[in-house]
């Protein structure tokens, strides 16, 4: 029931294949990575491709930032999903929920945004919701993901559905960082639109009908 119930609600993570191809190609990367010798400019295919192998391969974790600049990320007193405070540097070993937040532009937020990645039974479902006036804005920006050993990194929560949040409670240097763009973030499309004051809940019940309804006036323009 729970999971048919996030099905009809969110979108759930679409599955992806690899092929021979690019697993040589990624584990060649991967190993690049390691040796602090990623260069972006040498994946070959698109990449959020990249970025789901990296998260299939359950050894790292991500975090999206508008700032390129950032060398070791420092903890900082922020609030879970779970409403706790606490002083940490925040992941997720989902690249898709770090992608909207390295491309989305902080700058450019009027009133509130929500967002999130659930996690039940080892299925991942992503929501992502603008109000109007951030929409307007087109609040799409170059950013960077931010690549993290998984093993300095504690998951926040564990009950039956969970937010795939995960926090480290001492300053951590990156393994390695990829710049992305709008393009890279693989649900830009997916992004809602909800009313100023309106409630979370209402946002969740209403999210995938508003996507839907976005998708199919996109695609009357473009005939």
Request: glycine share 4%; with cysteine; aromatic share 14%.
């Amino acid at each position: 029931m729970i999971s048919i119930l996030m099905k009809i609600l969110l979108k759930p993570q679409p599955k992806m294949n690899f092929d021979p191809e690019e697993i040589v190609v990624y584990n060649k990367l991967i190993f690049k990575m390691h040796q602090g010798q990623l260069d972006p400019k040498s994946i070959p295919f698109q990449k959020y491709r990249f970025l789901q192998y990296l998260a299939l391969k359950e050894d790292f974790v991500f975090h999206g930032s508008n700032n390129t600049k950032i060398e070791i990320l420092e903890p900082r007193v922020q609030t879970l999903f779970n409403g706790r405070s606490s002083k940490v540097v925040f992941a997720t070993a989902d690249p898709i929920w770090s992608a909207f937040y390295a491309v989305f532009d902080r700058s450019k937020l009027m009133g509130s945004f929500r967002n999130g990645c659930l996690v039940y039974k080892g299925k991942k479902y992503h929501y992502y919701s603008l109000n109007k006036s951030t929409m307007e804005k087109n609040p799409w920006t170059q950013g960077m993901i931010y690549i993290f050993k998984k093993d300095k990194f504690t998951l926040t929560d564990n009950r039956r559905i969970y937010f795939d949040e995960w926090v480290c409670y001492d300053s951590v240097k990156p393994v390695s960082q990829l710049e992305v763009s709008a393009e890279d973030f693989d649900y830009i499309d997916k992004v809602a639109t909800h009313k100023n004051n309106e409630s979370l809940i209402k946002t969740l019940l209403l999210y995938k009908m508003r996507t839907l309804r976005a998708r199919s006036r996109t695609d009357m323009a473009d005939k």
